[in-house]
């Protein structure tokens, strides 16, 4: 859970810093993120992914453009078992936990009008899944940061894809224009299908251990995601 934890300051970073930049037509989003394997990918990965992610954008004056990025953190799959702290201490357990991983980077261009209570919308996006799958130990209550981790396999694939989504205004300001101040708040749901090229990554079960001895059975294809989210824009 170390990278979903950075990946949430992360987010919460992004958007308390980047109103900070001398800009109206800003806008800066979070939301939870639902992540269906397709195609080659949904041949070895069944499972729906679950995670959060956020973006950021400008508007350019009273154009319907903006640009901005986008990244997300999703779990596709995780096990966690108990074993003795070591043969010497056998009366003492630890919780081992693997976690397979997809942290996903996009330059974002939306097309969108700015004004309006119901405001549905079209997006590009261009950039990498990084896949990583990384074994943690920790004490048996698992409240505590890790003893020792390590990362048993990653690697990244070039992405890109296309969706579209809708937002619906909940919180408008009525406040004077003028400095970097809240203006709207807006639930947000969108729908995007990213084509993802050849990585290699493992799922449950890849990682088996027999006899102190550590197998790995990669699995390598293509990585297109279909994803749907649910989250908050905020319009500065």
């Known amino acids: 859970m170390n990278a979903l934890k950075r990946t949430t300051l992360i987010i919460v970073g992004v958007l308390f810093i980047a109103p900070t930049a001398s800009a109206q037509h800003l806008q800066a989003s979070i939301n939870l993120l639902l992540g269906q394997p397709q195609n080659e990918f949904q041949d070895n990965v069944e499972d729906f992914g679950f995670g959060l992610g956020g973006n950021f954008g400008y508007h350019f004056g009273a154009s319907p453009i903006m640009l901005g990025a986008e990244f997300q953190y999703m779990i596709y799959g995780s096990q966690t078992r108990r074993v003795p702290f070591s043969e010497t201490i056998p009366d003492v357990t630890v919780e081992v936990e693997t976690s397979n991983n997809i942290l996903l980077f996009h330059a974002l261009a939306r097309l969108q009008s700015s004004t309006g209570t119901f405001r549905p919308y079209l997006d590009g996006l261009l950039g990498l899944n990084y896949f990583f799958t990384e074994t943690s130990v920790r004490d048996?209550?698992?409240?505590?940061?890790?003893?020792?981790?390590?990362?048993?396999?990653?690697?990244?694939?070039?992405?890109?894809?296309?969706?579209g989504g809708v937002m619906l205004r909940v919180y408008q300001s009525q406040k004077p224009a003028g400095g970097v101040k809240l203006s709207e708040v807006l639930i947000d749901f969108r729908i995007r299908y990213l084509f993802g090229g050849e990585a290699t990554y493992l799922k449950e079960g890849s990682i088996t251990v027999n006899d102190g001895q550590v197998a790995i059975d990669a699995l390598r294809s293509r990585t297109d995601l279909l994803t749907y989210q649910l989250g908050v824009s905020f319009n500065f």
């Open 140 to 163: 048996e209550d698992g409240l505590d940061e890790p003893i020792a981790s390590s990362t048993n396999q990653d690697d990244a694939a070039f992405s890109y894809g296309a969706g």
